[in-house]
């Protein structure tokens, strides 16, 4: 079974510049998960999606992230514009849901993004 | 509230073992445990539900303790693969599971030959 992909893998901006990451998460999972992870901490939770539908963005920082799930499937986070803080590996996983049960999340390579 | 892990760093020798905690202020609904190697994707470990359950996988296994409400991962007998960074992920017991994680800062796990 194919994992989480994720692209691009590694990305070089410059601050106020805008960046975008895409996910496409294991078949048939409904959640898809988007994590900042800065380095030597552990990921911390952006967004969430169940199908189309947007579960919980309260830690989403609204002024300059978005993200977006059109048909339920690949995932977009976008960030605009970028500050030096949001130097992190984003990181995208993806769980099956059934019934409000938790089920392990299954996680991408992520984006390295570094912005200079 | 992030949880809390300790020890933070630990140093072993091939074939000694390890525990690892992780404990929450806030009553939890469940425990994730994940590792992560260097430069990649942190990789599923195991789920503990409150109940007090123990699970096991090969030579790793967790205890979660409701009452006190910490969780513990058991390494035995470490392997130098076990090298990495260990991660407790939690549910919050606020009427069900399916939600994101709120993950500790991490415990480095260095196994020597």
């Known amino acids: 079974e194919a994992g989480v992909a994720q692209s691009p893998r590694y990305k070089i901006i410059e601050k106020r510049q805008s960046v975008a990451f895409w996910c496409n998460p294991i078949?048939?999972?409904?959640?898809l998960y988007w994590y900042q992870q800065i380095l030597g901490q552990g990921p911390k939770l952006l967004i969430q999606?169940?199908?189309?539908?947007?579960?919980?963005d309260s830690q989403l920082p609204k002024d300059r992230f978005s993200a977006e799930r059109l048909k339920g499937v690949d995932s977009t986070l976008k960030i605009q514009p970028a500050k030096l803080e949001d130097s992190a590996v984003y990181l995208c996983?993806?769980?099956?849901?059934?019934?409000?049960?938790?089920?392990?999340?299954?996680f991408g390579p992520g984006t390295r993004l570094t912005v200079t | 509230q992030q949880p809390v892990q300790s020890p933070q760093a630990v140093i072993l020798r091939e074939g000694e073992d390890a525990v690892i905690n992780c404990s929450s202020s806030?009553?939890?609904?469940?425990v994730h445990w994940y590792r992560q190697k260097h430069g990649e994707a942190p990789v599923f470990l195991m789920i503990?539900?409150?109940?007090?359950e123990q699970k096991g996988h090969e030579k790793i296994s967790a205890s979660f303790n409701e009452k006190k409400q910490q969780s513990s991962l058991y390494l035995t007998a470490s392997q130098l693969s076990y090298s990495g960074t260990y991660f407790c992920?939690?549910?919050?017991?606020?009427?069900?599971?399916?939600?994101?994680?709120?993950f500790g800062k991490g415990t480095h796990l260095i196994i020597q030959p």
């Open positions: 992920g939690t549910e919050w017991d606020s009427g069900g599971g399916a939600d994101g994680l709120t």
């Open positions: 503990l539900l409150k109940g007090g």
């Open positions: 996983a993806s769980s099956i849901t059934s019934g409000g049960s938790t089920y392990e999340q299954y």
């Open positions: 999606f169940q199908n189309n539908g947007v579960v919980d």
């Open positions: 806030k009553a939890l609904y469940s």
């Open positions: 078949s048939g999972h409904a959640t």
